[in-house]
């Protein structure tokens, strides 16, 4: 699987607008220079939720992504990430883990045993791997680091009712020369795709 896409601006900016074009959700703004973000409109419209099963859309993981100078995309086989939620047992995909990417004059790896995270529901209990805390991640030039405390803020769930921790809500990256940002609404939509799901 490849998990980063380095493309020139010009054939990348062709690429989003194709998926915005074919993806009824998506609608991706783009900007020149500064790179492209994914509007509010696209983080409320992105998830469905149909009795037992959950779709996580495409499209929410593209909001993962920052262009620069050397021109930064996020994969579309790594965005190809589908939760499935059935009674007893949620997957979610390795690719999702990969989402938290970037590059900065070299190349930003993420290991697969990093991406090994698999989180399962057992009834009323929420386990997340190990794996998942061990992410560090460290951006050579720009130095891009993940707080393990970030991390440790995928919660648990107590019957109908998934938490996730605020510092989970927090998480504003930010590299250097790109100006990459996850936004705040983003992980807030994601929590409350989760507490719906669980809910139902």
């Given amino acids: 699987m490849t998990s980063v896409l380095a493309v020139p601006v010009a054939a990348s900016s062709l690429l989003m607008m194709s998926l915005y074009e074919t993806c009824t959700a998506c609608r991706v703004v783009l900007v020149e220079e500064a790179g492209f973000f994914v509007s509010l409109v696209l983080l409320t419209a992105v998830v469905a939720v149909d009795g037992t099963t959950l ?3 495409l499209e929410l993981l ?47 790896f993420v290991s697969l045993a990093l991406l090994a995270a698999v989180v399962a529901v057992d009834g009323t209990t929420l386990f997340v791997s190990l794996e998942l805390l061990a992410a560090v991640v460290t951006v050579d030039g720009a130095a891009l680091f993940v707080s393990l405390v970030l991390l440790v803020a995928v919660a648990a769930v107590d019957e109908a009712a998934l938490f996730v921790s605020l510092a989970l809500l927090a998480a504003v990256v930010a590299v250097d020369g790109a100006a990459l940002f996850i936004s705040l609404v983003l992980l807030a939509v994601a929590t409350l795709v989760f507490s719906e799901t669980v809910s139902a």
């Fill in 55 to 57: 779709f996580v859309s």
């Fill in 62 to 108: 593209a909001a993962v992504a920052a262009v620069d100078v050397a021109a930064l995309f996020v994969s579309l086989e790594l965005l190809a990430t589908v939760s499935a939620v059935d009674v007893t047992a949620l997957f979610v995909s390795l690719e999702l883990l990969a989402a938290v990417a970037a590059v900065d004059v070299a190349a930003l």
